[in-house]
C-alpha cells in the first residue's frame, strides 16, 4: 500500500511527507508514537484560552527564501524581531550582548570599548565569547570576562550540566558578542510563528490524499531490521524508510544511551494582563531554571485572558517515561558512539536518518526543512 513510511510527525517528518506525495507521487505513511502531529513545535490552547509551546517555545527564523516560501504555503504568519533579555542584578540587558547593552553596561566608557571591538573584529560581526577571552587587549578581555560571568558561565552550567570549556564548539558559538546596535536574538530576515500556530501549520501539511498519519504508534512494534532488509507488519517491505527519531531507542540502547540534555517545562497562569512585559527573560546568573517565557508575547495573541508563562528547568535525560531528548550532547565519546548505532543501518540503502534525533545533531527549523528537501529530492 505504501510507498515510504516516515518515523515520526516532526518539522523532519512532516515536510519530507509532503514532498514526497505531492511532488514524486509517492503513497506516504506517517507513524508517530506521540498522540499527536508537530514533534516540538506542537501548540494548543491552555484551559485559559491561551496558545501555549507544549514543548517550550518555538520561535521560527530563517534567510533561506526557499524555505520561508515552502511554509508560508500552509500558514500566514505573526512576524516579529524575537528580542531576549537577561536578568542580570536588578535590571535586564538585552541578549546576545551588544553595542546597546554596552552602553547599559559602562556608560560613558562604551564609545571608546564600541570602537576598540568594531575595529578588531568588523562593524555587525558576531564574535564566540571564548574567542574573545582570547584577547591580547585588556578592555577587550574585560568585557569577555563580564559577558561570561553574567550571561553566560552559570546559564551554560545550567543548560548542559557542564563546564563551558567541556562544551562543543558548535554550543558555545551560540553566545556571542555582537558588534551592533541589533537587539534582535536572531538576524534572520524573517522571524516569527504561525499566525493560527504550528500545529494548524502542520495539520495543512499534511493534509493530502497520499499520505496517512497514525498517531500513538511506536514503529518498534511493526518495524524490523532482519539480514534480509526491512520488514514491516510481518512483511518485507521495499519501499523508502525516513527515520526522524533517536536513534538508540531504535536499537533499545543496546549499546548504551546517548546522551541528551532534557528539559521540565512548568507552567504557570496569572490573572493578570502581564508577568514580565515581554516574551523571554533568561534568568543567567540567578535562579534554577533558565528562562521564562510568555506567551501571548510571543504568539501576539489578543484574545488572552489573563497570561501564562512557562519556566524551563534542564536536566540530564535518562529515558524514563514522560522525559524527552531535547539537546544532544556534544563530544568525542558521544559522536563515537552515535557512529556505532549509525553503523546498524549503513547497509540499509533505502532507510535514511533526519532530523536532530536521528542525526544527533543540533538543527534549527530552517535546516531541517532544507534538509528535508534535499533528502527528498535524492530519493
Not at 86 to 108: C, S
Not at 154 to 164: A, D, F, L, S
Not at 363 to 371: C, G, L, R, T
Request: net charge negative; aromatic share 14%; proline share 3%.
Amino acid at each position: 500500500m505504501y510507498d515510504c513510511i516516515i518515523i515520526g510527525a516532526g518539522i523532519a517528518g512532516a515536510v519530507a511527507a509532503r514532498k514526497l506525495a505531492e511532488e514524486k507521487g509517492k503513497q506516504v505513511l506517517v507513524l508517530e508514537r506521540r498522540n499527536h502531529i508537530g514533534g516540538n513545535c506542537y501548540d494548543e490552547r491552555d484551559e485559559h484560552g491561551i496558545l501555549i509551546h507544549n514543548y517550550g517555545p518555538h520561535i521560527f527564523h530563517t534567510g533561506m527564501e526557499d524555505v520561508f516560501a515552502y511554509l508560508s504555503r500552509f500558514t500566514e504568519w505573526h512576524l516579529f524581531g524575537h528580542e531576549v533579555a537577561a536578568k542580570v542584578a536588578d535590571g535586564l540587558i538585552p541578549v546576545p550582548f551588544n553595542l546597546n547593552t554596552l552602553e547599559m553596561v559602562y556608560g560613558e566608557k562604551a564609545g571608546q570599548l564600541g570602537k576598540k571591538l568594531a575595529d578588531t573584529y568588523g562593524e555587525g560581526s558576531r564574535v564566540p565569547i571564548m574567542k574573545l577571552r582570547e584577547s591580547g587587549d585588556p578592555d577587550i578581555r574585560e568585557i569577555a570576562q563580564y559577558v561570561y560571568e553574567n550571561i553566560f558561565l552559570q546559564y551554560t552550567m545550567k543548560q548542559w550540566g557542564q563546564k563551558p570549556e567541556e562544551i562543543s564548539p558548535e554550543v558555545t558559538g551560540r553566545v556571542p558578542v555582537l558588534i551592533s546596535r541589533d537587539n534582535r536574538y536572531f538576524q534572520d530576515k524573517y522571524q516569527g510563528v504561525p499566525k493560527d500556530g504550528f500545529t494548524a501549520m502542520f495539520e495543512r501539511m499534511l493534509a493530502h490524499e497520499r499520505i496517512t498519519v497514525r498517531c500513538g504508534v511506536d514503529c518498534r512494534e511493526s518495524l524490523a531490521f532482519r539480514e534480509d532488509g526491512i520488514w514491516f507488519e510481518g512483511q518485507p517491505f521495499e519501499g523508502d524508510v525516513i527515520y526522524t527519531g533517536a536513534l538508540d531507542e531504535l536499537f533499545d540502547c543496546r549499546f548504551g544511551r546517548l546522551p541528551y540534555r532534557s528539559l521540565d517545562f512548568r507552567f504557570e497562569h496569572y490573572d493578570t494582563e502581564s508577568y514580565q512585559g515581554r516574551s523571554v527573560v533568561n534568568y543567567t546568573v540567578s535562579e534554577d531554571f533558565t528562562r521564562i517565557t510568555e506567551f501571548k508575547f510571543l504568539t501576539g495573541q489578543q484574545d488572552a485572558d489573563g497570561t501564562t508563562i512557562v519556566k524551563e528547568y534542564p536536566f540530564a535525560y535518562s529515558g524514563a517515561e514522560g522525559e524527552i531528548p531535547y539537546y544532544a550532547i556534544l563530544n568525542d565519546e558521544n559522536e563515537a558512539l552515535y557512529e556505532r548505532y549509525r553503523g546498524l543501518v549503513k547497509g540499509l540503502e533505502r532507510f535514511h536518518l533526519l532530523g536532530r534525533l536521528a542525526e544527533y545533531r543540533y538543527y534549527n527549523i530552517d535546516a531541517m526543512v532544507k534538509k528535508a528537501f534535499e533528502l527528498t529530492e535524492q530519493m
